[in-house]
């Protein structure tokens, strides 16, 4: 049994543990950097970058099928198109690979030492690392935890068969003639309108009123629309109640007590994730829950002096760059910089058909705090969307009443994923309503929609 030490010992080479250790290894911290799978976690290896090319694909795929349709404005004719899923998967995983590269080299660069296996600990300053060559033992003054999450699985429809999670949906080699989505949130939605693109019959059962039930109303309902026009059929109120005696439909038990059968190849099952807490010791250091998730503070410190924890493993939102965020941060306190959590807001992406952006405050969250000012532009009077095809969505700003200061903006619409950039600055710089009306946006960009928004909110839209 080989022992080593080190100043910081991270567990998880997600993207809030590799971005942590690369930081700390520019520091100057003797890191090391345990890792059971590919550096790069469930964001590089099972999550947003293989989905976000699955998803482009599939954008692609539908675009030219919608041409040869001959149904397009755009004066463009072209033959149907066809897919070969096998081929779009190895592309993703070449993708995957290149990055996965990229993050041992960073990790590399910086002077971390990686070790590959599974850490377990022993007290709350010692690891063990069952590696391929044998146990290797770790004693560091620092550890953290950035073990991150995995699918949550149905006790009704175990995975295993024709039953998937996002895991295997991102590594199918054939496009399933019929899917049956269980959970309409955003992972079960990304992947479910990716595969009605690449022409599997999508059917989403989702529990709750209605998808997406996380975002208000008036932001879905574009992607609500947009479902419905793509043939996906969505069943709300409706409980997935398990697979049936030949395995090739999902049983549903709908509002009202009644009992369905949806034809199915393979049942996607996205009802959430859970924090990775079992199977490396959390017994052995007895740290404070929250639910589910490691209690931390604003510097990421656990109940037990030496140990942080961050990412996933620590609760919503479950987002990669809120983890890296983190890990950076925390690298930072180790190194002896004054750092707390004092962040504003943590933009999130839905990357649906067409794409949902929050940042900061939602309106009834506002609401709450006082009376606000709403600023809402529609896409359908922004030039650049009009030329995109993409008229369908809005900009919708959120502010202070009394001080003008932006609480929260959201969007909906074609590619308007970029938005959140300009979003999350805008309130993390404590911009008011005037600061983005009297900052000059490029024409003719989606952004314009930002500036026409607050405008619109100050009373004084120009184009609306
Ligand atoms: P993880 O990325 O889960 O990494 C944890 C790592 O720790 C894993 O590699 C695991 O092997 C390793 N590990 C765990 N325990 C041990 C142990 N005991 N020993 C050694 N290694 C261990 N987020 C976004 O922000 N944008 C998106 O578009 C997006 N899309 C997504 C799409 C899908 C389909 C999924 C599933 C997720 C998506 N997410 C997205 C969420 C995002 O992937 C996570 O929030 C992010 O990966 C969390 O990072 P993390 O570092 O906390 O943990």
Redesign the pocket.
């Known amino acids: 049994m080989k022992e080593i030490s080190c100043k910081l010992l991270v567990?998880?080479?997600?993207?809030?543990?590799y971005v942590c250790a690369i930081r700390a290894g520019q520091l100057g911290i003797d890191t090391v950097i345990?890792?059971?799978?590919r550096p790069g976690?469930?964001?590089l290896n099972?999550?947003?970058i293989p989905?976000?090319a699955l998803i482009h694909a599939a954008e692609e795929f539908e675009k030219l099928s919608h041409m040869a349709s001959g149904k397009n404005p755009l004066g463009i004719a072209i033959a149907a198109p066809s897919v070969d899923l096998a081929a779009t998967m190895a592309w993703k995983d070449g993708i995957v690979s290149r990055l996965n590269n990229g993050v041992a080299g960073l990790l590399k660069k910086a002077g971390v030492k990686t070790v590959h296996g599974?850490?377990?600990f022993r007290d709350g300053k010692t690891v063990a690392v069952d590696t391929e060559i044998g146990m290797q033992v770790i004693r560091a003054e620092t550890v953290l935890i950035?073990?991150?999450?995995a699918p949550v699985e149905l006790l009704s429809l175990p995975f295993g068969g024709p039953v998937i999670s996002?895991t295997e949906a991102l590594a199918l080699s054939e496009v399933p003639e019929r899917l049956a989505v269980v959970g309409g949130g955003y992972?079960g939605l990304e992947l479910g309108i990716a595969f009605a693109k690449l022409g599997a019959k999508v059917t989403v059962v989702e529990a709750l009123p209605r998808v997406l039930a996380q975002y208000d109303a008036e932001l879905t309902r574009p992607v609500v629309k947009r479902l419905a026009e793509l043939g996906i059929e969505v069943l709300v109120n409706a409980k997935a109640k398990g697979l049936s005696t030949k395995r090739d439909a999902l049983l549903v038990e709908t509002n009202g007590g009644k009992n369905g059968k949806i034809a199915a190849d393979k049942v996607l099952v996205t009802v959430g994730?859970k924090p990775?807490t079992e199977?490396?010791g959390l017994e052995q250091i007895d740290l404070d829950m929250v639910g589910p998730f490691i209690r931390i503070d604003d510097q990421c410190r656990s109940s037990m002096r030496g140990i942080f924890a961050?990412?996933?493993?620590t609760g919503e939102p479950?987002?990669?760059?809120r983890?890296m965020a983190q890990g950076e941060m925390v690298a930072e306190i180790v190194a002896g910089h004054r750092r707390s959590w004092d962040r504003r807001a943590i933009p999130a992406?839905c990357?649906t058909d067409p794409e949902l952006v929050t940042a900061g405050l939602s309106p009834e969250e506002a609401k709450a705090r006082g009376e606000i000012k709403v600023g809402l532009f529609p896409l359908a009077a922004n030039g650049r969307a009009m030329t995109k095809l993409g008229e369908d969505g809005f900009v919708r700003v959120l502010a202070r009443a009394d001080n003008h200061l932006v609480l929260g903006i959201q969007a909906v619409g074609q590619g308007v994923s970029e938005l959140s950039t300009a979003f999350g600055l805008a309130l993390e710089m404590g911009a008011t309503l005037e600061d983005i009306a009297g900052t000059i946006h490029a024409h003719p960009t989606q952004g314009e929609g930002f500036q026409e928004a607050a405008l619109k909110a100050l009373g004084r839209a120009v184009h609306v």
Not at 34 to 37: D, R, S
Not at 318 to 321: E, G, R, W
Request: glycine share 24%; net charge neutral.
């Open positions: 567990i998880g080479a997600g993207p809030g543990g345990v890792e059971f799978g976690g469930t964001c099972v999550g947003c989905s976000k599974w850490a377990t950035a073990t991150g999450s996002s992972i994730r990775v199977g490396w961050i990412g996933d493993v479950m987002l990669a760059h983890a992406v990357f």
